[in-house]
């Protein structure tokens, strides 16, 4: 079983976090900031400390939110076709692009999402945080952002973040 403190200054951890730039979260209510704490705890984490939750619901919900986000400013920014519109969103909402736009933006996601044993450098005893478990950690972000704060907040993290890095 996880030690209640490791959760605890995960949660600490989540909220100096959020405090900072992009987000500026503050005075979050415990409800909030545990959505965003379980947006940020990889499932090797939770199965290897026998909690239930983790980032895999926010995460399925945070894929369909930036999907629409990320359509809707194609739709509304260009005048493409189907086809251009198709391709440009791939551009925003693939693993490979989340995660680049997320350590070019200087987020440091990685150091916030709780990982088990399996994904910890030997030498170093850090989290080793691939794009897939990055992308994946931001689109839960998103989640929690859209259950917290509401459609107009993931369009500015969306656009602050990854739609400026694909310049589209």
Same mark, same amino acid.
């Given at each position: 079983m996880v030690s209640v403190d490791i959760l605890e200054r995960h949660r600490r951890t989540v909220r100096e976090f959020l405090a900072g730039p992009p987000f500026g979260y503050r005075d979050l209510s415990d409800e909030e900031l545990h959505?965003?704490?379980?947006?940020?705890?990889? &499932?090797?984490?939770?199965?290897?400390?026998?909690?239930?939750?983790?980032?895999?619901?926010?995460e399925f919900l945070g894929d369909a939110v930036l999907e629409f986000v990320a359509c809707e400013h194609i739709y509304l920014n260009t005048d493409f076709n189907e086809?251009?519109?198709?391709?440009?969103?791939?551009?925003?909402?693939?693993?490979?692009a989340i995660s680049e736009a997320v350590l070019a933006s200087g987020i440091n996601l &990685?150091? +916030?999402?709780?990982? @088990?044993? @399996?994904?910890? &450098?030997? +030498?170093? @005893?850090?989290?080793?945080?691939n794009e897939t478990m990055r992308s994946d950690a931001f689109e839960a972000m998103l989640g929690a952002i859209y259950l917290?704060?509401?459609? &107009?907040?993931v369009r500015r993290v969306v656009r602050q973040i990854l739609i400026v890095h694909a310049h589209i």
């Open positions: 959505l965003f704490s379980m947006a940020l705890v990889h &499932d090797s984490f939770s199965n290897e400390h026998g909690i239930p939750e983790n980032n895999e619901r926010l086809g251009a519109m198709t391709e440009n969103k791939q551009k925003i909402v693939c693993n490979s &990685d150091g +916030v999402i709780l990982t @088990g044993n @399996g994904h910890t &450098d030997s +030498v170093t @005893g850090r989290p080793e945080i917290t704060k509401g459609t &107009d907040e």
